[in-house]
């Protein structure tokens, strides 16, 4: 496996060199060096991370037994909103990597808006699919955060498909513990993560496939770059999701804005 690093200094254009994860220790150059101290650094900060997770939310309860009410009345739920503001802090901060974190939540907190829609109407748990939604990128922004401190300290930074390659493999883990960790109640820890597997169909739970479809519609709004024309109508109709209910869902990306302004 291969990836690229830059370095990461102010002032001077950064410059990118690709390196392997093995090398001749009898000729390494200067660069092949450092950048394998970094790939050393970066698995143990892995390995660490595995073993001291964030600690959870105290106001946790709370959201759980909220959610079901929708994102404006759980805004008006001191708690509640507290929960939120303190999972985007223990999970989605990532010093140095701050617009991918920033990017990772609002597409969180999005796909949490749009699966709870679509499980209230395809009679499936709405708390369970807005709670899912809301972490079911948490194994892959405690990767990226701890990514973003082994670049900090070794002034490397991997290049954007290395960097999301790395978040992608060590992420589902990272979740699984988590969600152990945290004590999520079961059916949100199976929907954070099960949610990848909607595809088999006998497999997922009915608010998996809520938060499988609600991270489609976040996509959609939120990087319409990246949404393959006619993704959501296909996977929809696989699903039985009549049109009319489609654009119910999307009709709540008012909603989603809101919810994202107001707890950046």
């Known amino acids: 496996m291969a990836c690229a690093w830059s370095t990461a ?14 090398f001749n220790p009898q000729h390494m150059t200067s660069a092949s060096s450092r950048a394998l101290i970094f790939q050393q650094a970066l698995a143990a900060a892995c390995k660490a991370r595995k073993q001291n997770l964030p600690a959870v939310p105290a106001s946790m309860p709370v959201l759980f037994a909220e959610a079901d009410k929708g994102p404006s009345q759980l805004l008006s739920r001191p708690d509640a909103r507290q929960a939120l503001n303190e999972i985007r802090a223990r999970l989605f901060q990532a010093p140095g990597r701050d617009i ?14 749009f ?8 009679g499936a748990c709405v708390c369970v699919s807005f709670c899912g939604g809301l972490l079911h990128r948490a194994g892959e922004a405690l990767a990226l955060n701890t990514l973003a401190r082994v670049e900090l300290d070794h002034r490397l930074q991997l290049d954007s498909a290395s960097r ?8 589902p883990e990272l979740a699984e513990r988590l969600v152990r960790a945290w004590e999520v109640p079961a059916e ?14 006998a497999q ?15 996509v959609e709004v939120l990087h319409p770059q990246f949404c393959v024309p006619g993704a959501i109508d296909h996977a929809a109709a696989e699903l039985g999701l009549a049109p009319d209910c489609v654009a ?10 809101d919810l994202i302004h107001a707890l950046d």
Request: glycine letters at 8%.
């Open 9 to 22: 200094g102010s002032g001077a254009a950064a410059t990118e060199e690709s390196w392997q994860l093995m």
């Open 100 to 113: 991918e974190a920033q990017s990772a939540w609002h597409e969180s907190v999005a796909t949490a808006v």
């Open 115 to 122: 699966a709870a829609r679509v499980a209230q109407l395809r």
């Open 164 to 171: 999301r390659d790395w978040c992608a493999n060590n992420g």
């Open 188 to 201: 949100v820890a199976a929907c954070v993560v099960g949610w990848k597997r909607f595809g088999e169909f």
């Open 204 to 218: 997922v739970s009915a608010e998996s496939a809520a938060l499988y479809f609600g991270r489609l519609f976040a």
């Open 248 to 257: 119910q869902v999307r009709a709540e990306e008012p909603r989603v804005q």
